[in-house]
């Protein structure tokens, strides 16, 4: 399989300082098989919908999102308020882990970075 930008998920994640998620940017799509038929793909869909639903689900969360193509989402949390840090670093952890684990398994269709 080649790397090319076509074939390879780039994920980025930029972290606070208390460990909780600030932006999140996907694009691309992990390999050669069609859309909708990828594992990798799905899985990595599934870990980033999943976290910005829940962290949407509550009102005194803001989060901006945006999906303007199929394959390209950016992700950001405005506002955590003090009471909600510790369960956003809870969801944090749990979405950097699942993603981590995506990227280490199948380094030729995922690549995932942290930013400080």
């Known amino acids: ?12 994640a930029s972290i606070g300082d208390k460990g909780f998620l600030r932006e999140l940017k996907a694009s691309g ?5 069609t859309a909708g038929e990828n594992i990798v793909c799905a899985a990595a869909t599934v870990l980033i919908r999943t976290a910005v639903r ?10 901006f999102c945006t999906a303007e193509k199929r394959g390209k989402i950016i992700f950001v949390l405005e506002t955590v308020p003090d009471d909600k840090k510790e369960w956003v670093k ?14 280490d398994e199948f380094p030729d269709r995922i690549k995932f970075k942290i930013i400080k």
């Open 1 to 12: 399989m080649s790397d090319s930008d076509d074939e390879v998920l780039k994920v980025s």
């Open 29 to 33: 799509h992990a390999g050669t098989e």
């Open 54 to 63: 829940l962290l949407d689900s509550d009102s005194s969360v803001k989060v």
């Open 90 to 103: 809870g969801v944090t952890d749990c979405l950097v882990l699942g993603l981590k684990e995506l990227a």
